[in-house]
């Protein structure tokens, strides 16, 4: 999953550089209103519809990849599995100020899932609350877990961060969306693909005191009363 996502992160590059220098080129043109360049402006548009066009089905392609056949499923326990990825995800966290909770609700422990692909999301989401925080005075991250009805787990990344913008709440889980200067906008995006994929639903919410939390839910393993007979 990470080799993919740098693979596509660097694949993408190419014509996201390329669309940037045609419509710049457009750009400089149109400053001098010269009849004569519009033939010259029309290809360079025809040549970044191209190029963004490539870009959405490298997006595609990913998405592909992951909804379809990869998904591996097994039987996980949640705390193990979340204490896992914040290891990974929290790393230098505490260096940076970050204080970081934990509430796992003991009966929200079986999960049905691809153990690889859901940590990835709470690196994701993790490493997202940090970030966001890097210029906040309190940095307090809870990592919630909770059973819902009808066979569901709810799991919560909440940060006291400065929150999402409600024009970029938007359109958050869609690829490209990115108010960092070397940001993708592919984490998010990839989230909601491998959660999808995984059975559950991923959502933002404003954190009431501020900062944002992300709910994802996972499918829960053996509902209470499936085993009964
Ligand atoms: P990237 O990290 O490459 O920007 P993401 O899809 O992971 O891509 O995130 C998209 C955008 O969502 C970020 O650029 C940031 O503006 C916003 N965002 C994500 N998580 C948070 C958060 N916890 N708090 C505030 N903003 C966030």
């Known amino acids: ?5 740098s693979t596509l ?3 993408l590059n190419q014509p996201i550089t390329a669309v940037a220098n045609y419509v710049e080129a457009v750009r400089d043109l149109l400053t001098e209103a ?19 066009l490539r870009a959405g089905q490298i997006v595609r392609r990913l998405r592909d990849f ?3 056949g990869e998904v591996e499923k097994t039987v ?16 230098g966290a505490r260096e940076k100020g970050v204080d970081a909770q934990f509430d796992l609700a ?12 859901i940590q990835q999301v709470l ?8 970030e966001a925080m890097a210029a906040s005075s309190e940095r307090h991250l809870w990592i919630t877990s909770r059973r819902e009805k009808a066979g569901f787990v709810r799991v919560t990344v909440a940060d006291s961060g400065p929150g999402v913008s409600p024009d970029v709440a938007e359109q958050l889980f869609t690829a490209f969306v990115s ?8 984490g998010l995006s990839i989230c909601r693909t491998i959660v999808e994929a995984n059975g559950g639903r991923i959502w933002l919410e404003a954190r009431p005191g501020g900062g944002s939390q992300f709910h994802f839910t996972l499918v829960e393993a053996e509902p209470e009363n499936a085993n009964d007979g």
Do not use: F, W, Y
């Open 9 to 11: 992160a660097h694949e």
């Open 34 to 52: 010269n009849p004569e360049d519009l033939p010259m402006i029309r290809e360079a548009l025809d040549d970044s519809v191209r190029e963004a």
């Open 106 to 117: 003991p009966d929200a422990s079986k999960v049905l899932l691809d153990k690889v692909q």
């Open 179 to 186: 108010t960092k200067s070397e940001g993708m906008g592919l």
């Open 123 to 130: 690196i994701n989401l993790l490493r997202n609350a940090v």
């Open 1 to 5: 999953m990470g080799t993919m996502a």
């Open 76 to 91: 996980e326990n949640l705390p193990t599995l979340i204490g896992e990825a914040a290891a990974l995800g929290l790393m």
């Open 66 to 68: 992951v909804a379809r």
